[in-house]
């Protein structure tokens, strides 16, 4: 879940922001997304595996997981880091219900990339299918 974030480029920005940071700081320049739990099934996710941000009860974007590693966070608290590949990559709008840690897509339930969809076909530009799916239109 990407709480506080109104869109997905609300999303790049603050992405954007903490790798400034960062560099700024003089550590090294890594898109790091902290979460309390380690998935499961990490050697899976790390051979081509996505975080699919859902962003206001819909996912629309994924990212890649190129590593994950244990830290410490807040108090000694051990907690996983996800280092993501900067790229967001737009998919096919899905609505999803509220959830609570690790949740797998098998390849046939991802949601498509826009980009295979925008190829196939498709008559409506996307950003209206977007926005009729927001809706509940489509």
Same mark, same amino acid.
């Given at each position: 879940? /990407?709480? $506080?974030? =109104?869109?997905?480029?609300?999303?790049? #920005?603050?992405?954007?922001?903490?790798?400034?940071?960062?560099?700024?700081? @003089?550590?090294?320049?890594? %898109?790091?997304?902290?979460?309390?739990?380690?998935?499961? #099934?990490?050697?899976?996710?790390?051979? $081509?595996?996505?975080?699919?941000?859902?962003?206001?009860?819909?996912?629309?974007? #994924?990212?890649?997981?190129? !590593?994950?590693?244990?830290?410490? =966070?807040?108090? @000694? #608290?051990? /907690?996983?880091?996800?280092?993501?590949?900067?790229?967001?990559?737009?998919?096919?709008?899905?609505?999803?219900?509220?959830?609570? @840690?690790?949740?797998?897509?098998?390849?046939?339930?991802? &949601? =498509?990339? %826009? /980009?295979?969809?925008?190829?196939? $076909? $498709? !008559?409506? &530009?996307?950003? %209206?299918?977007?926005? %009729?799916?927001?809706? @509940?239109?489509?």
């Amino acid at each position: 879940m /990407s709480v $506080g974030v =109104e869109d997905i480029h609300h999303l790049e #920005r603050k992405q954007e922001q903490r790798l400034s940071d960062s560099k700024i700081r @003089g550590e090294n320049s890594e %898109l790091i997304h902290i979460t309390r739990n380690t998935p499961r #099934r990490a050697t899976e996710v790390l051979q $081509g595996g996505s975080i699919y941000w859902v962003i206001k009860r819909f996912i629309q974007v #994924r990212q890649l997981i190129i !590593d994950i590693r244990q830290v410490e =966070e807040y108090k @000694g #608290r051990k /907690s996983c880091a996800l280092i993501l590949k900067p790229e967001l990559i737009r998919t096919e709008i899905k609505r999803i219900r509220a959830f609570q @840690g690790w949740r797998y897509f098998s390849v046939d339930d991802a &949601p =498509e990339d %826009l /980009s295979a969809l925008m190829t196939s $076909g $498709g !008559d409506a &530009p996307i950003e %209206l299918v977007e926005t %009729l799916k927001v809706l @509940g239109l489509l």
